[in-house]
């Protein structure tokens, strides 16, 4: 019977463990120059730059994250999340940047993008493990981490929607940076 006991505590212990959260060191591997999964990122300045505040309390009209202010998207490989050691200047400059542009009480909003593989509930969560991913990368570059918001907008806002080529797909798995009033 106590044999029984002991077999049975011990399997249900091992089935325990396997079920336990898996932990994300995004952030560590930021700071390392390391990066947490195999997609390469790439970085591209959109031409439409944001200047000034419009009336929507965007800098500019929130449609261009580039020239203007300096701060730049990041892309990502099919179902990836992780930044790069490519992107750590991307990083490194977008934060030296925004650090600049909440000094006056500004909250940047990182929102994640993602293609249209996938379902919808999986593009939402894939678009925020981007925002996050972003969001620890800025806070590794010293950044408050409550002076960022967080939004993930899954396929439902495509930079791209003429084609199904990789190409155009591409360039709606992004992150984008803003600051909002």
Do not use: W
């Not at 300096?70 to 992780?82: A, L, R, S, W």
Request: hydrophobic share 35%; charged share 20%.
């Amino acid at each position: 019977m106590t044999k029984k006991l002991l077999v049975t505590a011990s399997l249900a212990l091992i089935i325990m463990t396997g079920c336990a959260n898996k932990k994300i060191d995004s952030a560590e591997n930021v700071d390392a120059g390391l990066a947490t999964g195999d997609g390469s990122m790439y970085t591209n300045v959109d031409p439409n730059g944001a200047n000034g505040v419009g009336s929507n309390g965007m800098y500019g009209d929130g449609a261009g994250y580039g020239d203007a202010n300096g701060v730049q998207k990041i892309y990502f490989n099919v179902d990836q999340y992780t930044i790069t050691p490519d992107n750590l200047s991307t990083i490194s400059n977008n934060a030296n940047i925004l650090k600049n542009s909440i000094a006056s009480g500004g909250k940047i909003k990182i929102e994640g993008h993602c293609d249209a593989s996938g379902s919808d509930e999986y593009n939402y969560a894939l678009g925020l493990r981007r925002a996050q991913a972003a969001k620890d990368a800025l806070t590794m570059k010293g950044i408050n981490g409550s002076s960022i918001t967080l939004v993930s907008m899954g396929e439902s806002t495509p930079e791209c929607v003429s084609g199904t080529s990789d190409d155009c797909y591409s360039k709606n798995r992004s992150v984008e940076f803003s600051v909002i009033q």
